[in-house]
């Protein structure tokens, strides 16, 4: 080999197109992903690829808790749980003072101002607690996600995982899929308690209501099953929020500008994935109430 001769390592890729074929299809290891200006369809493919193989890797992490991958689960959780605590928890009392002002303001022309408790306590556990901690992880951490892929992805790294036989899958995107399901429902728990508290500032320092009224109407108001379906949410909202965001950075082209788009899409169609199954999970309540427990 003459000096300055780079050697190129082979990648293993289907017959007649850029996909492996056989396993790959459950691991989520593919030679590349298609372009970004492909049909929805093919977008949609590729997505469930990726949540197959995440899927598969996750109950593998979870069989396995003192694997190699089980530490890049604690450092995604660190990064996409813990350091969102402090956006969640501002951000969470702050909609708890809307909440209050805008309930009460509409109850006020019909005098029943005093029973505005009774729909922020239902209605924070079940609707705004979890999606406000999923679009508030979605606008600090899903632009992080893609990004970093798409990077890695530019610059030959995931290339390289796979010609060493490693699926960027069970190593890049199970930890963060595993970090959000655990990150999400714990955040949206503490935003309930937050968004609570937001409701009894509004309550009493600005309504004139006393604690004890305040703290009665939230009791009576309040369900397990409210909570239940809210931290079911948050789960489902974590597992939109990771695949979408891997899929957009492991998909960019080869270069740099890639990235940035990359971040933007992210964001983008995790807002519209958490709105979008949010709107079909309260779809499904609303024709089936037996499940709305």
Known sequence: MQPGTV????????PGGNRASGGSYLTG???????????PAARFLSRGRIAVGALHWLGWILASPRSVVSGGVARELDSLGVGSLRLVASASVLVGLIATFQVAYQLKQYGAESVSALAIGWFATRE???LVVALLVVSRSASAVAGELGAM??????????AMGLDPVKYLVAPKLAALCVALPALTIIADGLITLGGWLGTTVFLGFN?????????SSLAMSDLAIGV???????????VIASDEGLGVDRRVGAIGEAASR?????LLGVLAADTLINAVFYFIPRLAL
Not at 8 to 14: D, F, H, I, V
């Open 232 to 242: 079911a949410k948050s789960l489902l909202f974590g597992f939109v929020i990771a």
């Open 211 to 219: 604690s004890r009224y305040y703290l009665e109407q939230i009791r």
């Open 29 to 39: 290891e593919f030679a590349s992903s298609p372009p970004r200006g492909q049909r």
């Open 7 to 14: 050697m190129s390592l082979p990648l293993r890729s289907a």
């Open 153 to 162: 992805t530019t610059n030959g790294e995931i290339d390289a995982l796979r």
């Open 266 to 270: 992210g964001v983008v169609y995790c």
């Open 128 to 130: 705004l607690g979890p």
